[in-house]
């Protein structure tokens, strides 16, 4: 089966604490995002990699970071500066950046803060 | 700002019509764009893409319709289903040198039987 996974489901964050949340890949894509999904509102870019080793910031990468490592892996981390934390993350991939490249989605990441 | 928007947030349709759910874009220059389908507590699924030298596509019970003149973009669904109850939205992908994707807000189609 190809697809995206993210873990865990549903994740609790304590004030001050970083949590990580999980993407992992095997459509063999460069190309990796990540976006937050608050009600009522599109989807928005926290990071996106174009290659292993190499991410740049989205539209609200404020209290986030991410690592590339490998090529299926792009793991956020969601640290203590980051004062509004709960929201549905969401993880997406394609093929490259190159224009008109479908992103497909993980299922997701529910946090909420304790 | 650029925006991709919505005319109805929630739709209502009777198990068996036809549905149809609109997208307004702003950026004239996008040139290509996708609608997903999302059920509650999960992730987006892609249900299909239009390139903009296109003005329709059709896949299965799905139609896209692009009308690059007044940026309006359609989804149809034929014979609505109650599995197709979800929030639609589209997206649009900015022109080429950039990788941004703008999303829209989503319409819920609740299917009543």
């Known amino acids: 089966d190809g697809g995206i996974t993210q873990s865990p489901k549903y994740l609790f964050r304590k004030e001050g604490q970083n949590v990580t949340l999980s993407c992992e890949q095997n459509l063999n894509h460069d190309a990796m995002y990540w976006y937050r999904q608050d009600p009522g509102q599109g989807l928005r870019l926290i990071y996106y990699s174009q290659i292993v080793n190499d991410f740049q910031k989205g539209d609200i990468a404020e209290g986030y970071s991410v690592s590339r490592e490998k090529k299926e892996s792009f793991p956020l981390t969601v640290t203590s500066a980051q004062k509004n934390p709960t929201a549905f993350y969401l993880c997406a991939s394609s093929r490259g950046l190159t224009a008109q490249e479908t992103q497909y989605f993980g299922p997701g990441t529910r946090l909420l803060v304790l | 700002g650029e925006s991709v928007g919505l005319h109805l947030p929630t739709l209502s349709v009777q198990e068996g019509d036809n549905s149809i759910i609109n997208c307004a874009y702003s950026?004239?220059?996008?040139?290509?764009f996708i609608w997903y389908k999302q059920e509650s507590g999960k992730g987006p699924q892609f249900i299909i893409d239009i390139r903009s030298n296109m003005d329709k596509r059709q896949g299965q019970r799905v139609t896209v319709l692009l009308n690059k003149t007044v940026k309006h973009l359609s989804l149809q669904i034929a014979a609505t289903q109650p599995g197709d109850s979800a929030v639609y939205f589209c997206?649009?992908?900015?022109?080429?040198?950039?990788?941004?994707?703008?999303f829209g807000t989503g319409t819920r189609l609740k299917v009543l039987a």
């Open positions: 997206a649009e992908r900015a022109p080429s040198g950039t990788y941004k994707y703008i």
């Open positions: 950026n004239s220059a996008s040139d290509y």
